[in-house]
């Protein structure tokens, strides 16, 4: 069983910038798709970005292009997301999500198969 664990999430200011991580502890094996999701209070969970770690792709939402990046570090199999210029409409719950296959993957419309617990980040203006 595949678990997620995010961190990094906190309070910052609007212009700042944060990294979040995810990890998957026990789990050795390469994840082939895995991303990142948010929801704020009141929405949808919308997801932000996604990365097939077989071809090492990456796909974004269009509203988040130019600020959001995702990338891994194989060596300590972590997915990070690093966001800068943080607005306070980026206030959310962001949550690391993955799929042990690549079904979908290259599409938005890929379903996770696992899901982390979350991290809250919340951006004052």
């Known amino acids: 069983q595949v678990r997620l664990v995010e961190s990094g999430g906190g309070s910052v200011q609007a212009g700042g910038s944060l990294t979040l991580s995810c990890v998957s502890p026990?789990?050795?094996?390469?994840?082939?798709?895995m991303g990142w999701f948010r929801q704020a209070p009141g929405n949808e969970r919308e997801a932000v970005a996604r990365?097939?770690?077989?071809?090492?792709?990456?796909y974004y939402a269009d509203h988040v292009k130019g600020r959001f990046t995702i990338s891994q570090d194989t060596d300590n199999n972590t997915l990070y997301l690093q966001i800068s210029d943080l607005k306070p409409e980026d206030t959310a719950t962001y949550y690391c999500?993955?799929?042990?296959?690549?079904?979908?993957?290259?599409?938005?419309?890929?379903?996770?198969?696992?899901w982390g617990q979350g991290t809250q980040v919340t951006v004052s203006s």
């Open positions: 990365l097939n770690t077989g071809i090492v792709t990456t």
């Open positions: 999500a993955a799929r042990r296959d690549y079904y979908y993957c290259n599409s938005d419309s890929w379903a996770p198969s696992y």
């Open positions: 026990g789990w050795d094996y390469k994840l082939p798709c």
